[in-house]
């Protein structure tokens, strides 16, 4: 499984931007997909996520800024960030989950894109 991941750049404080991550396969052959996110000195976290089902998630801490959405026939994800500020610099990484067993899971990872927001 490939993922890559595009988008990032600079960006200025309250401006947008939207990542893409293009699957290698159907997305719908993955449980869940997502996006994370790394800064400097911290650890990796979940920013948002969607299941096969179409059920998402977000951190608090981007909730009614980022959009977690797909195009199946693209086999593609995207986060759209908007009103962004200059914490949300880091390393996004997009992922696709899979649960070969009920208590095991496979994750794929993209290449990261840089995301500097700048005040």
């Known amino acids: 499984v490939q993922l890559q991941a595009s988008g990032g750049g600079l960006v200025q404080a309250g401006g947008s931007l939207r990542l893409s991550c293009v699957a290698s396969?159907?997305?719908?052959?993955?449980?869940?997909t997502g996006w994370y996110r790394q800064a400097p000195g911290k650890r990796r976290e979940l920013v948002a996520g969607?299941?096969?089902?179409?059920?998402?998630h977000y951190a608090d801490s981007v909730k009614g800024r980022f959009t977690i959405s797909r195009d199946n026939a693209k086999n593609t994800v995207y986060l759209q960030m908007n009103s962004l500020k200059p914490e949300d610099t880091a390393v996004y990484y997009c992922?696709?989950?899979?649960?070969?067993?009920?208590?095991?899971?496979?994750?794929?990872w993209g290449q990261g894109t840089q995301v500097t927001v700048s005040s």
């Open positions: 992922n696709a989950r899979v649960f070969p067993t009920t208590f095991s899971h496979d994750d794929y």
């Open positions: 396969r159907s997305i719908f052959s993955f449980n869940a």
């Open positions: 969607v299941t096969s089902g179409g059920k998402t």
